[in-house]
């Protein structure tokens, strides 16, 4: 599948998820300050099947916090803990919608547990083969990565 | 009839939403039970009385597919109404699931969805006609 409609549909799937599960609007007339966010903390999700790969959810300070309590429903700013299990949450929601987007709904994939993490490494992250997006929400910024590593993974 | 719903998710999040919708749809919950995990979940079902059980698939230590077959096994709630509430989009796991008798749920879900499931499953009645679009200010949304 050629990048262009895979950095289409994983931008679809990721403003479609944190519309339904954080009611989070995107703001695409903003998205040409992404460059200078600062990101915070990041998710990633490896999946296993009829080929193998991950996607890695990273937020803004503010996104991280928004995304926790709306998710939550609450007024307070939800803990450290919540924070990083609703950024986890997400991605695996965004996962779990694209793959059958990408491959069709007949195919089976296994999905990891998010790991989630405060410190952001770039090069941990670098692949030329990786498909990148970024979303500006009403309450801060989010970038997505998905790579497909290999083909023919365990399922 | 209040409904003692066993909430199975390893995303605390999760299951404070899901609670959150019951709640706020109006589905008479009576107690409502969290595990992070099916080995979880079958400790909890052997010590409480459970009406309803919601499971999430991907789960560490037990997933969801292994608590149904555990629930399915066992003489004393073998019965027991399951929905997956779950990210999984495989028809393939799916028609599995259904095989075993339980339902799905996609996530994100709407809260609406959630509510008639649970009431055509269990028969549940809703005392008043509460709206789900109430549970976020300014409209209804999806979960």
């Known amino acids: ?155 | 009839m209040a409904l003692n719903v066993l909430i199975v998710d390893d995303s605390s999040v999760m299951r404070a939403m899901i609670r959150r919708t019951l709640n706020l749809c109006g589905i008479p919950v009576g107690d409502a039970i969290e595990a992070a995990n099916g080995a979880e979940a079958l400790q909890q079902l052997d010590s409480n009385w459970v009406d309803l059980a919601m499971i999430d698939i991907n789960m560490p230590v037990m997933n969801g597919i292994e608590l149904i077959d555990e629930i399915r096994k066992n003489p004393e709630i073998k019965d027991l109404p399951v929905i997956v509430v779950s990210t999984e989009s495989s028809k393939t796991q799916i028609e599995i699931l259904q095989q075993k008798g339980a339902h799905f749920v996609h996530k994100p879900f709407t809260p609406e969805e959630l509510r008639q499931i649970i009431v055509d499953i269990t028969g549940v009645s809703i005392g008043e006609e509460q709206a789900c679009n109430s549970i976020i200010p300014g409209g209804g949304q999806d979960f």
């Open chain 1, 1 to 155: 599948m050629e990048k262009n409609k895979l950095a289409t549909q994983l931008y679809q799937v990721a403003a479609r998820t944190f519309e339904n599960m954080a009611f989070l609007i995107e703001m695409p007339e903003m998205n040409d300050t992404s460059s200078q966010v600062q990101f915070t903390a990041q998710a990633t999700v490896s999946f296993h099947g009829p080929f193998c790969g991950k996607v890695t959810l990273q937020v803004d300070e503010e996104l991280l916090q928004t995304l926790a309590a709306n998710m939550l429903g609450e007024m307070d700013v939800p803990s450290e803990s919540q924070q990083l299990d609703a950024l986890g949450e997400m991605t695996n929601v965004i996962t779990g919608n694209l793959l059958p987007a990408i491959a069709g709904s007949e195919k089976v994939f296994n999905l990891d547990a998010p790991v989630k993490d405060r410190y952001i490494e770039m090069s941990s992250i670098s692949d030329s083969s990786m498909i990148t997006t970024s979303l500006t929400l009403d309450s801060g910024s989010a970038r997505i990565f998905y790579v497909a590593e290999s083909e023919g993974g365990s399922n």
